[in-house]
């Protein structure tokens, strides 16, 4: 099956590591045009600058950088049509610990950054001939809820009801929007977590049918899939890419 993707202009945050980075790949091999957004001067400097590619070093959480993109884009003559909002933080921490301005933080990075870039995304968007598209970044905490990851979860849950009331709304402005929820996936923070004896990597392995924790690759095959015409009728899912973890 031949991927209906050319000629979108898409816009990825977080694109500097991770989920994230593989997915700018990916979209990189296609006749696309893309935006992309990474916090970290390191990532930035990493990324091979290209001809359809206009990459941005900035925080996510301050509407300066949401604002230098989209008026990047109309300099540039191009009207945004998918956004992937990828970017967000981790934070693990006891209750008894978590603080109200470690709740605020995380809510910036990782809800209220999704919020504002697809305020901007929706207002500057204008329907041609396909439906623009929405891919969140979620994760199967946001339903599950892990220990010591409230605040975490509190976000990603967040997110789930986030896509699901856009997806009711936003059709008539020829918008869809889904949700990908990662299980345990060999992005940037595998390292530290098959080392960290606490986290129980092994107990992980064992409660995952497939008996492996995904790549990188899993999530930006769906995202890629989400974002293309392939995908028309597929609209305001949460769509678990975990091994089965979910199912057991």
């Known amino acids: 099956m031949k991927l209906k993707l050319d000629n979108k202009i898409i816009l990825i945050t977080g694109a500097g590591k991770g ?128 220990k010591e990851l409230s605040g975490y979860a509190a976000t990603k849950s967040a997110i789930n009801g986030f896509t699901k009331s856009l997806s009711d709304e936003l059709p008539r402005k020829k918008i869809r929007v889904n949700s990908i929820a990662p299980g345990f996936i060999k992005s940037s923070y595998y390292n530290n977590f098959k080392k960290n004896k606490k986290l129980l990597y092994k107990w992980t392995l064992s409660r995952i049918p497939l008996g492996k924790w995904g790549e990188n690759i899993d999530i930006a095959d769906l995202t890629i899939f989400l974002l293309s015409e392939n995908s028309k009728y597929i609209n305001g899912q949460i769509l678990k890419v975990d091994g089965g973890w979910t199912s057991t």
Do not use: M, W
């Open 19 to 146: 989920i994230g980075r593989e997915i700018l790949n990916k979209l990189l091999k296609e006749k696309n045009v893309i935006y992309a957004v990474t916090r970290s001067i390191k990532d930035f400097k990493k990324i091979k600058k290209r001809k359809n590619l206009f990459l941005l070093h900035g925080d996510i959480t301050k509407k300066e950088i949401i604002y230098k993109i989209f008026d990047l884009a109309k300099k540039n003559k191009h009207i945004i049509n998918c956004l992937v909002n990828n970017a967000g933080i981790r934070q693990r921490k006891s209750f008894d610990l978590l603080t109200e301005s470690d709740l605020k933080l995380i809510f910036e990075n990782n809800f209220f950054s999704i919020f504002n870039f697809t305020k901007e995304f929706v207002k500057q968007f204008k329907f041609k001939k396909n439906f623009g598209s929405i891919v969140n970044i979620s994760s199967i905490v946001g339903e599950l809820g892990f």
